[in-house]
């Protein structure tokens, strides 16, 4: 299904917010709404969206590969983006990554072997007073997990998994 | 004192509208709107001192005031981009105060005359950038933002725009490009946005704070901002405290105070009572200050701080203990400067790559040569880089190496 049948208002809605000779500006919120559900911007959405906006597949490749958010390959359907940046390895954000990946038999940057985990360590997140911390990209978006534990992020995972399940 | 900034402290639930509006919200930008001509508007934030709180601290009212009137449309951009680490100031502006946030992009839009604001959001704030989205909503709905608004015939609308993960959309040119729908890459400056912005069209970027301060400039006068902090620094910053430091957080304070006051008044002091080595006042981009007795004593304004050899930039003071080693410091900004540089021009792409290789060989086994030739790449890339943010990339190294050597002996 395209983009514009499966998100009609909120394509709208984004090409709104810019001059309609400035199209060009809504690249980065359609690529946002484009991998909210699988977890990355295939090749039929990349087409899709530079021929919405009259700009190349190749520009829009470069614009996913320039921006860390985006993803053009299918990893962990959730993914743990842990900030190791200075603030919070100060507080001890390297060691809760390393034990966190001890704990789901993983290497930092590896997907579980169900393939629905990814943790990796990313750059600083502006919560540097609420470290250790990370993000969750997933299917509702990005959101922040701070003052965190190993035991409360397996908890999170699990609650998430079970949660997932129910829904199919 | 009572927050100019950080009003939610004070005030419960002054992110609901009619909570904001009870305690005087959106009669400053209704009174300029109905009142006053833009350009006083811009003289009234002149006059009170107030400079860019993103880092940079460039006079506010004349920023706006270099807008070319000779070319049309105009565009105000709010630099929500916050990245650098040790910074986290704005996100709480934005999710507790965000009608005084919003108010302000407003007035700044009236001041020069743009009928568009955007608010640039760094992609990490997915679910802020929803909430913001729900209280322009509202603005427009009570008649703060729109058509003909309070019956005259200026028009006004704000746009939140998410980026997506890259420290570089936080220097405004790039920022710029990035909201273009181009990959965040520094323009060459001048010219400066003021005169060629988003779309070639003359354009004001300021950083969330920096606007934050500006409804109550308008509502209380020049002289009442003026009355606070220093002569160098007007007003009042949010200092970003974190690191080895008993209490993180922000804290809201005139210029003035000093170090001690902030890391170990309000910051309670260092972790387990361990002696503090160094300070780094504004992120991961600082030098790195030597945290003796005339440092912590030393006024945190603009001016003062660089008579230390640093910048206050951000205020994102990260504060370092003596349980962790300088070169450990910079090999963590090193990596961030790596991961995050931009790779438009030579000496930043290819500076901040051998500097990694180099900091790598050296936690195995450091040798005297390693030290200096990374010392000599820091220096080689200073003054040569295309944007501010290539200089930042040297700055912990340099000054890590000369002002800690102990650190760097030979293993």
């Given at each position: 299904m395209s983009l514009a049948e499966k998100y009609p208002k909120e394509v709208k809605q984004i090409l709104a917010k810019y001059p309609p000779e400035h199209k060009r500006s809504a690249v980065m919120p359609l690529l946002h709404l484009a991998q909210l559900q699988e977890g990355h911007v295939d090749r039929h959405a990349m087409q899709e969206i530079a021929s919405l906006l009259d700009i190349t597949e190749t520009e829009i490749a470069s614009i996913i590969g320039f921006?860390?958010?985006?993803?053009d390959k299918p990893e962990g359907k959730l993914r743990i983006q842990v900030c190791t940046d200075l603030p919070c390895a100060l507080r001890g954000a390297d060691q809760f990554l390393a034990d966190l990946c001890d704990k789901l038999g993983i290497q930092p940057g590896g997907t579980t072997p169900d393939g629905i985990v990814t943790v990796e360590a990313v750059m600083c997140l502006a919560a540097c007073d609420k470290a250790p911390m990370f993000q969750l990209q997933g299917p509702d978006g990005i959101e922040y997990h701070e003052n965190m534990t190993v035991d409360k992020t397996v908890e999170l995972i699990e609650a998430l998994k079970k949660n997932d399940k129910e829904v199919k | 004192m009572a927050h100019i900034l950080l009003r939610h402290r004070d005030i419960p639930?002054?992110?609901q509208l009619d909570v904001y509006k009870k305690n005087g919200g959106f009669q400053a930008f209704k009174n300029a709107v109905t009142r006053m001509k833009p350009e006083d508007v811009t003289n009234v934030v002149k006059a009170s001192g107030l400079r860019g709180?993103?880092?940079?601290?460039?006079?506010t009212g004349m920023k706006w005031a270099?807008?070319?009137?000779?070319?049309?449309?105009h565009y105000v951009v709010a630099?929500?981009?916050?990245?650098?680490?040790?910074?986290?100031?704005d996100r709480e502006i934005m999710e507790q105060n965000p009608f005084q946030f919003l108010e302000g992009v407003a007035l700044a839009c009236y001041a020069v005359g743009a009928r568009a604001g955007y608010v640039y959001l760094r992609g990490e704030f997915w679910h802020l950038a929803a909430f913001l989205d729900g209280k322009i909503a509202e603005m427009e709905e009570a008649g703060m933002?729109?058509?003909?608004l309070f019956g005259t015939d200026y028009s006004l609308h704000i746009f939140t725009h998410l980026g997506a993960g890259?420290?570089?959309?936080?220097e405004e040119t790039a920022l710029l490009e990035s909201l273009e729908g181009k990959r965040g890459q520094p323009r060459v400056r001048p010219p400066f946005p003021p005169a060629?912005?988003?779309?070639g069209k003359p354009t004001v970027v300021n950083n969330v704070e920096t606007l934050t301060n500006v409804p109550l400039i308008l509502a209380n006068g020049a002289d009442w901002y003026k009355s606070m902090g220093t002569a160098d620094s007007a007003g009042v910053k949010i200092f970003s405290l974190s690191g080895r430091v008993k209490k993180p957080g922000n804290y809201e304070l005139p210029f003035g105070k000093t170090f001690r006051d902030l890391i170990?008044?309000?910051?309670?002091?260092?972790i387990d009572d361990r002696p503090i080595k160094a300070i780094m006042?504004?992120?991961?981009?600082s030098s790195m200050i030597v945290a003796d007795d005339k440092a912590l004593d030393t006024v945190l304004d603009y001016a003062s701080v660089r008579t230390l050899g640093a910048d206050l930039g951000s205020a994102s003071v990260i504060v370092i203990d003596d349980t962790v080693s300088i070169e450990w410091v910079i090999n963590k900004t090193i990596h961030f400067f790596k991961h995050e540089?931009?790779?438009?021009?030579t000496p930043c792409r290819e500076g901040n790559y051998w500097m990694l290789s180099i900091i790598k060989r050296m936690q195995h086994d450091r040798k005297k040569e390693d030290v200096d030739l990374l010392y000599a790449v820091a220096k080689q890339m200073q003054n040569k880089c295309l944007c501010a943010l290539g200089e930042f990339a040297t700055m912990a190294v340099a000054t890590g190496i000369e002002r800690f050597p102990a650190e760097f002996k030979a293993k």
């Open positions: 921006y860390t958010l985006y993803h | 639930h002054i992110n709180r993103g880092g940079a601290g460039f006079p270099f807008m070319d009137n000779q070319n049309w449309p630099n929500a981009d916050e990245s650098e680490p040790g910074t986290f100031k933002l729109g058509d003909r890259a420290y570089i959309c936080g060629f912005g988003l779309y170990y008044g309000e910051g309670g002091g260092i006042p504004a992120g991961a981009s540089s931009c790779g438009k021009c």
